[in-house]
């Protein structure tokens, strides 16, 4: 079951929104009472119209998208795990996080990202010229380029026959917030011991998530990372690495050339 929860943190660039900022808001995700339905997959498509893609048997118990994608921007996993002789099913609804800090934005080079006044991060296909530079960028692996033909250009009829190529993700339903939703302190007290709220908490790796899961085992059970880590954080080291190593090269270079 999936909500929509208030939450505190303030997320990068939200601020620049003024009086016009709303009241940031996320997705809460209870895999406690998940069965495994896929209503929300379909739901997602039928509102976005986001194309098919799961009518392929993956293998994985009754999960027919394995992953998200550019076409499935709710994937709903299924875990089987054997405990004393029976089995335990696992589901949970996956979605994008909305991260307070997002990579994605930062290496954006048009824009398409951007930070809404609700704090949640949304690509503008009309601005995105598929350079694919957030895909890597993700640290939850949910942006993705479409590779289907595309159906949504303006004439000439002939733009209608080149492929996608464009990101497409989760907007949390930016025409739809609203809403609130608690629920491990109950479970945690009914004996789930292992009951965990995921993304909560702004001191993780992405400052806090615009979209957070109430598991009822580790994370990485679920295809989610324990300690996700925003990409770009390392790259003021990385570029002075870089820096480094190239004035060794230029120093080197020199030398040789000025070597009587």
Not at 151 to 180: A, H, I, M, N, Q
Request: charged content about 25%; overall charge negative; glycine content about 10%.
């Amino acid at each position: 079951m999936s909500t929509l929860l208030q939450l505190n943190t303030d997320p990068d660039g939200w601020g620049a929104y003024g009086e016009k900022q709303q009241e940031r808001v996320g997705f809460f995700t209870d895999t406690s009472i998940c069965i495994g339905c896929k209503a929300c997959e379909v739901a997602c498509k039928e509102w976005n119209l986001v194309p098919e893609d799961g009518l392929e048997f993956t293998g994985e118990s009754y999960d027919n998208t394995s992953e998200l994608s550019a076409n499935t921007w709710r994937h709903v996993a299924f875990v089987e795990q054997k405990q004393d002789g029976h089995v335990r099913w696992l589901m949970e609804s996956d979605v994008c996080k909305h991260c307070t800090h997002a990579a994605c934005l930062d290496v954006c080079p048009t824009g398409a990202l951007f930070r809404t006044e609700y704090g949640t991060v949304v690509v503008q296909e009309d601005v995105c010229n598929g350079c694919g530079y957030c895909v890597p960028a993700c640290p939850f692996g949910v942006l993705d380029k479409r590779h289907l033909p595309a159906t949504t250009d303006p004439p000439p009829s002939f733009l209608g026959k080149k492929e996608d190529g464009r990101v497409w993700k989760c907007t949390l339903c930016y025409d739809r917030l609203k809403g609130g939703h608690a629920r491990v302190a109950k479970l945690q007290a009914d004996g789930v011991r292992d009951a965990q709220l995921y993304g909560r908490d702004p001191r993780d790796g992405v400052g806090g998530m615009g979209a957070f899961f109430l598991l009822l085992d580790d994370p990485e059970v679920y295809g989610l990372p324990p300690d996700p880590v925003v990409s770009t954080k390392r790259l003021p080291s990385m570029w002075a690495n870089m820096a480094i190593a190239a004035g060794a090269v230029v120093a080197g270079v020199a030398a040789a050339v000025l070597r009587p």
